[in-house]
């Protein structure tokens, strides 16, 4: 199947479900596609090889590679990976973020998208830039990692206030 496309009903709450986005992309179906995509139902896995988009309403996602593990009815986690793992969506003010990174990591159960590698997320705020960056969809915080010595950079346009 050159193009596996996958309608989901609970698939990648990521960043749909939370406060900010817009109210019409949490009932908006979820799209999962990619070129060369394999189920693996033994593993409870879906991997693609050759690069993933995810798409519900206004959120776009799209990386290079990517892993779904399913878990029950629905998904557990969602790890993407590329050059720059690209992810936009609208918010409720009709601005757009845009999270830009080497690596996505979306663990449901704990409600959390771990971002590394050459972070950066651009909002109606500004512009925050970091190697390693959580961030919490329950709080809406983004967190540096304690783990290591890292640049976080946060700069604020005030010319849109």
Not at 21 to 38: N, V
Request: glycine share 8%.
């Amino acid at each position: 199947m050159q193009n596996l496309r996958i309608k989901v009903l609970m698939v990648l709450c990521v960043l749909a479900n939370t406060s900010w986005a817009l109210d019409s992309d949490r009932t908006a179906k979820i799209i999962i596609q990619g070129p060369g995509c394999k189920i693996k139902f033994g593993l409870k896995q879906t991997e693609c090889l050759n690069g993933l988009t995810i798409e519900q309403g206004s959120l776009l996602i799209k990386s290079t590679y990517g892993l779904i593990k399913h878990q029950d009815k629905g998904i557990g986690s969602v790890l993407m990976k590329g050059e720059q793992v690209h992810m936009e969506q609208l918010m409720e003010g009709g601005d757009k973020m845009i999270i830009k990174a080497n690596e996505i990591d979306y663990k449901k159960a704990e409600e959390i998208v771990y971002l590394s590698g050459n972070v950066s997320i651009t909002s109606s705020i500004g512009v925050t830039t970091g190697e390693q960056l959580e961030f919490n969809l329950k709080t809406q915080e983004i967190i540096s990692s304690d783990d290591m010595q890292q640049p976080f950079r946060m700069e604020i346009d005030q010319k849109d206030d």
